[in-house]
Every structure is written in structure tokens, then in C-alpha cells.
């Protein structure tokens, strides 16, 4: 609907707007197959190069004048005139800056909370039946990366929701994340927990953590899931041309070998698995 108070909108929203879904409207850029995939990356050069503009041309906006020791450091620095220095706020995702004042966050939580407790991953999956349900005839997950990085950040949100507010690994004290792109074009996260009571003993450890493939008697579900999505390799002799191998050994570390309880040794846990 058109809301007469908005008279301007940014480039982002305009892009958004191209790619939203209606019902019983055909909309030709998400049917465009790898088309669709590279007016995707364009469109994101567009808007950043659009923002990278308006930093430049705002630079007195920006209170770059702060900055006044670092351009005389800079002016020093070079003898030879190579145009007109452009600093980037912290604010700008991704510059150097920005990814520093992240760090030294994070740094400053640890400082005061303590050193996390848990550091979980979470990978994107393909065949989410979200994702399956929501293609159009013909269309593959690759298709549509729209689709894909929606459905990963609501299931996301879902699981910070079960640990956060739900509490089910208890009081969450401080937690962080970040969102990558594989090469393969799936978004993942890691996540940092900072928990109120620490896990540091084995039998904690072991409410948590699972590394053992669960029994078919006993869940046959969670088997096939384990089975299908958490096994790793074949490597090693079975397979030494894998792309975990170098030097003849997996550089992940498999196999594992068979412990019949849990350790902690060095910091670093070391597994039940019989």
C-alpha cells in the first residue's frame, strides 16, 4: 500500500520491494534462474556502492574532523599528492573499522562475563521443507537466495529464542554471532554463549553434548538426521583424495578415537564416544 508520509525511499527498500512475493502475480525477476542470482549481486554492488558515495560526500556530516590527527599521520606518511583520503565510519559494515569496534566488543564481554561456554554452529539446509515448499516449478534452492537467507535467519532467530529466552541451556549471561557465506552460497552462524553457570565439569558436558550416533531402538529420527547430516568423510585411507586431506592426514582431525567417558584436558573436551 502507498503511504503518503514516506515521499523517499533508499535504494535497499527499492530493491526489496523488486523482489517481494504476491499472491497471484507473477514476478519475472525471481523466475530469471541464474539471472535472477547475478541481479542479485549487482543489485548489492548498487546499494553499497551508493552508500560508499554518500560517505564521501558527507564527509563534514560525519564529523570526519575527529579524524584531523589521523589525515596529518596519513599526510606525513606520503611525499606524493594521491587524492582526497575518505574515512569510513565504524558504522559502514564490514571496513576495517567496524569489524575492529566488533572485536574489542566482544573482547570487553569476555572481560566481563567470562570466557563462553558454548560455541555452536548452525548451517543453512537446501531442503528445508520451508524452502522446497516455496520454489516454483522448476526452481532449485540455488535459485533462489532470497528465499534461502530468509528462511535460515527465521529458523536462527528461532534457535536464539530456545537459548535465550527459553533458557534451555539455563541463564544466558552474553552471547554473539556472526553470519558467513560458504562457497557454495549457504549462510551459516556461530554463535558464542557466556552462561551463567559455567559447564565445567564432565557430567555437564555430557547433558549438553552428544558424540556418539543415537541408537535406532531408541530415537530413529535423530539417528537418520545424525546419520544423514553429521558424519564426516569418508577420509583418510578409505578416501585420500578428500578435500579435508593434506599430507596424508585429515585436517579436521578424524577420526575420532573411541573414549569411554569424557575428558577436559587442556581447556579443550574431549568426547564419550564407545
Not at 587524492?83 to 571496513?95: A, E, K
Request: hydrophobic residues 35%.
Amino acid at each position: 500500500s502507498y503511504n503518503e508520509s514516506m515521499q523517499k525511499i533508499s535504494m535497499l527498500q527499492y530493491k526489496v520491494a523488486q523482489i517481494s512475493i504476491h499472491s497471484n502475480k507473477f514476478n519475472p525477476i525471481l523466475s530469471g534462474g541464474k539471472l535472477f542470482q547475478q541481479w542479485v549481486v549487482d543489485s548489492y554492488l548498487q546499494v553499497e556502492a551508493n552508500n560508499l558515495n554518500y560517505i564521501k560526500t558527507n564527509q563534514k556530516k560525519l564529523r570526519v574532523e575527529q579524524y584531523k590527527g589521523l589525515i596529518d599521520y596519513l599526510n606525513i606518511q606520503t611525499t606524493e599528492v594521491v587524492g582526497r583520503p575518505v574515512i569510513l565510519p565504524s558504522t559502514f559494515q564490514g571496513s576495517p573499522r567496524n569489524m575492529r569496534e566488533r572485536y574489542h566488543d566482544a573482547m570487553s564481554m569476555v572481560t566481563k562475563f567470562g570466557k563462553p561456554d558454548l560455541f555452536i554452529t548452525m548451517t543453512c539446509n537446501p531442503n528445508w521443507k520451508e524452502i522446497r515448499d516455496q520454489l516454483l516449478p522448476g526452481q532449485q534452492p540455488c535459485d533462489r537466495p532470497d528465499l534461502v537467507a530468509r528462511v535460515f535467519k527465521l529458523k536462527l532467530e528461532a534457535l536464539r529464542t530456545d537459548i535465550i529466552k527459553n533458557k534451555i541451556f539455563g541463564n544466558v549471561k552474553a552471547h554473539v554471532y556472526t553470519i558467513e557465506f560458504q562457497k557454495r552460497g549457504l549462510p551459516h552462524a556461530h554463535m558464542l554463549f557466556i552462561l551463567e553457570h559455567k559447564v565445567d565439569t564432565v557430567e555437564m558436558i555430557d547433558k549438553i553434548v552428544s558424540a556418539e550416533i543415537p541408537k535406532t531402538n531408541e530415537d530413529e529420527r535423530l539417528h537418520n538426521l545424525v546419520m544423514k547430516h553429521m558424519i564426516h568423510g569418508p577420509c583418510g585411507s578409505a578416501n585420500p583424495n578428500a578435500p579435508c586431506m593434506e599430507n596424508g592426514i585429515c585436517t579436521k582431525g578424524f577420526s575420532k578415537e573411541f573414549n569411554t567417558h569424557t575428558k577436559i584436558t587442556e581447556g579443550y573436551p574431549v568426547y564419550r564416544r564407545r
